[in-house]
């Protein structure tokens, strides 16, 4: 590379027309530890062993996939190939894309806490619509299902789209006023409560009025009490986003080169690199890339990147022009502190046209990545075509061999003696008359049928052998055909298929959970993006008749996820139990439970609109039978409320029993209480008690009269100095009043 500034006028003049001249780049970043062009084109050299390697591996497998014929059309005998990897490949998809398929609620969130609970529910709802409705789940689920069947290997990487446009919506304008003071309390009650609302329930307060939600703003906002009234609508030029969703691109595997020390964890990679087509027009367009005017010296095409199908055709205009385009995603020690952040770079040839930190939240790099067997330490996976290898080549082998002894074989031919029939009957014999022959010859013995020849029993054995033996080595049992599941090979009771069929579906579980921790990467990168790049609001589809409204806040929490996914004969299954249940346990048993269990069934069915009508089903009664069961209420109600009266007149009847009994028991004890009244009277009297009471008796009486007297003179004493004090009083008071009637006695006094 050579540097324009050190170069004189007339030694840039003498440059050759190949070499590339290089201007001096500005710094992209503040950073005190930009790394250089050389240190990524490092790590991505440092890949290339291991690359290569992954890169010859999926080369073989696809020519295995492909199965193309052998040799040229110069070739000696059949050159066919039979496609067992195909085959088996052909089988193992639609079993892996389905259970992802069948259901339109694949991802399932649950909350960490109790708090997550409802935000749990919210990101389930815009994860769900995101996939089926933006993301285009059937293509993406079955390019990433034959992507790793084929190469082992299937890499995607997650983006955010985003795009807006100016449009014109009408906006109500207001007039506002001052509320009189006896109505500021009224409204002031009703702007607390729309206070509340909006923070507690934003989708509730945007359904309120307009005039009442402009009102409480303009209120908030100037701080006395105000009403709105609409006068109008103008029309106003917004920016709104048009497109602002995440994205998902299966890479070509051969174009993403990671890190080879992260040992099979792509979360421990340090770095991982992209290699893409694009343009010069498309990379202005999205408008974070620089020195795009630089470009002097740039890859315009890649072997590795290019299309197998795409034409010769190239543009010939630069802004068309189709360049090759290295973005690197890892960590670098950017301050020189000793610790990494996240980057993102991208080059072109010797330019680097962006560098600036990880735009994404969750600060790693946008890949995940598929295993179909997975391999000890090693990021990449195998798929069956590297177990399938020697099974295909055999197959291959025995019936070209088989197709090459029929070829050679004189099928259909007939052959003649000599002497057996002259020409004009042998022309008769092939147009099919009646025909003279040679009566010294037997037709049965001179006339000889060509035919193919029996193909060997131990041929047919091989084959067999080696189907039976790819079978064992996939996990995929074919359904048809001689070694196909059949009474003669599992038995006639349903027990040996049952087997067969588990021992296939663990299998292939065990498959289906590693492309699931794939799906689960990706919806947690998803929702990670959605909780700061989504919109404020997202309006999702639940039915055909119930929406509800995503607010980006309440997307924020800590959250398990998982995928509610399964397969045919899984729910099946369970659909089988449950109506054998309901079979079982018949009328004994409330309609609501019922229709539980219905509705399960066809949840399992994949009818979910059916699942909703049975769940909400309210059947409507017959009105005969209604009125019977009213009439009938009345009756048991009646029979109550004789039981009831029955019970309390028992009742009654019982307490005046008691109280019978009650008196009865008083005038026992009255009877006893004067006869022990009696006997003490005469007992007191016999030892004189009696008359010593009588002198204590009036003894109190008359110290009762004393106190009484004593109490009565010091009352009188009381009262005549409370008057006497009154009198004084009153005479104070009258000189303060009338300050001549005290002088005139004074006047007399001093005559």
């Not at 790394?35 to 497998?61: C, G, M």
């Not at 992507?147 to 449009?167: D, H, M, N």
């Not at 952040?341 to 330019?351: D, F």
């Not at 069956?384 to 295909?392: S, V």
Request: glycine letters at 6%; charged letters at 25%; one cysteine or more.
């Amino acid at each position: 590379m050579i540097d324009l500034s050190k170069l004189s006028d007339d030694e840039v003049s003498k440059l050759d027309a190949k070499e590339t001249i290089q201007k001096p780049k500005e710094k992209l970043t503040n950073w005190s530890k930009e790394p250089s062009l050389e240190d990524l084109k490092l790590d991505y050299q440092n890949t290339q062993s291991s690359h290569n390697e992954f890169i010859a591996n999926i080369d073989r497998w696809e020519k295995l996939y492909d199965a193309p014929k052998i040799g040229n059309e110069n070739h000696k005998g059949s050159r066919i190939v039979p496609k067992l990897v195909r085959k088996q490949a052909e089988w193992r998809c639609p079993a892996l894309s389905e259970p992802f398929l069948s259901t339109q609620q694949l991802y399932e969130v649950k909350p960490m806490t109790f708090e997550d609970v409802p935000r749990a529910k919210q990101n389930a709802l815009i994860l769900n619509m995101q996939f089926n409705t933006q993301l285009n789940k059937v293509t993406l689920v079955d390019k990433v299902v034959r992507a790793v069947v084929k190469k082992g290997t299937a890499v995607v990487r997650l983006g955010w789209e985003f795009k807006e446009e100016e449009v014109e919506v009408p906006v109500a304008q207001f007039e506002y006023s001052v509320v009189p003071l006896e109505m500021q309390e009224q409204l002031n009650q009703q702007y607390q409560q729309l206070a509340q609302l909006q923070q507690a329930e934003p989708d509730s307060y945007e359904q309120q009025p307009e005039e009442l939600k402009a009102g409480f703003e303009m209120s908030s906002m100037k701080g006395e009490f105000l009403v709105a009234k609409k006068v109008g609508e103008i029309m106003e030029k917004v920016t709104k986003p048009v497109v602002n969703k995440p994205t998902v691109e299966l890479c070509n595997a051969r174009n993403v080169y990671i890190d080879p020390t992260c040992k099979g964890d792509l979360d421990k990679a340090q770095f991982v690199i992209h290699s893409y087509e694009s343009s010069i027009s498309e990379l202005k367009k999205a408008g974070i890339y620089k020195n795009l005017d630089n470009l002097n010296d740039y890859e315009e095409s890649n072997p590795i990147i290019a299309d197998k199908t795409a034409s010769s055709f190239k543009f010939a205009d630069k802004a068309r022009k189709k360049i090759v385009v290295y973005e690197y995603w890892g960590y670098w020690d950017v301050d020189g502190k000793g610790e990494t952040k996240a980057i993102v770079a991208s080059w072109i040839g010797n330019t680097i046209i962006r560098m600036e930190e990880n735009p994404f939240p969750d600060k790693k790099v946008p890949f995940v990545v598929f295993n179909y067997i997975p391999e000890e330490d090693n990021i990449y996976g195998i798929p069956d075509a590297e177990l399938l290898e020697d099974n295909q080549a055999i197959v291959g082998a025995v019936t070209r061999g088989m197709i090459d002894l029929l070829g050679k074989s004189a099928n259909g031919q007939t052959g003649f003696s000599k002497g057996f029939m002259d020409a004009t009957n042998k022309i008769k014999f092939k147009n099919g008359d009646d025909y003279e022959y040679n009566p010294n010859f037997n037709p049965n013995v001179h006339v000889h049928q060509h035919t193919y020849p029996e193909i060997p029993a131990s041929a047919m054995n091989m084959i067999m052998l080696m189907n039976n033996d790819a079978e064992s080595l996939s996990g995929v049992k074919a359904f048809s055909g001689s070694q196909g599941i059949n009474a003669a090979f599992l038995g006639d009771t349903a027990a040996g298929a049952r087997g067969v069929l588990d021992a296939v579906s663990k299998r292939e579980m065990s498959i289906l959970r590693r492309i699931s921790d794939g799906f689960i990467a990706i919806g947690r990168k998803i929702m990670s993006m959605n909780s700061q790049w989504l919109s404020e609001e997202e309006v999702v589809r639940v039915t055909n008749t119930e929406f509800i409204k995503v607010r980006r806040d309440d997307l924020i929490g800590q959250f398990d996820l998982s995928l509610g996914i399964a397969t045919a004969e899984e729910n099946d299954s369970k659909s089988k139990q449950l109506a054998f249940l309901l079979q079982t346990i018949g009328n004994n048993m409330g309609q609501e439970i019922t229709q539980l269990i219905l509705s399960q069934i066809a949840d399992l069915g994949k009818m979910p609109d059916l699942a909703k009508q049975i769940k909400e089903f309210q059947p409507q009664p017959d009105p005969m039978q209604q009125q019977m069961q009213e009439l009938e209420m009345a009756y048991k109600q009646a029979e109550i409320e004789l039981l009831k009266s029955q019970a309390q007149e028992n009742l009654a009847k019982s307490q005046v029993q008691g109280a019978k009994v009650e008196v009865e028991q008083a005038r026992a004890q009255s009877l006893q209480g004067d006869a022990d009244n009696k006997s003490l009277d005469f007992m007191q009297k016999d030892a004189g008690i009696t008359h010593q009471q009588e002198l204590n008796k009036q003894a109190m009486v008359n110290q009762g009269a004393l106190e009484q007297l004593q109490v009565k003179n010091e009352g009188a004493k009381e009262q005549v100095y409370a008057q006497h004090n009154s009198n004084i009083l009153q005479q104070l008071a009258d000189s303060q009043l009338n300050p001549q009637k005290q002088t005139q006695p004074n006047e007399q006094i001093s005559k």
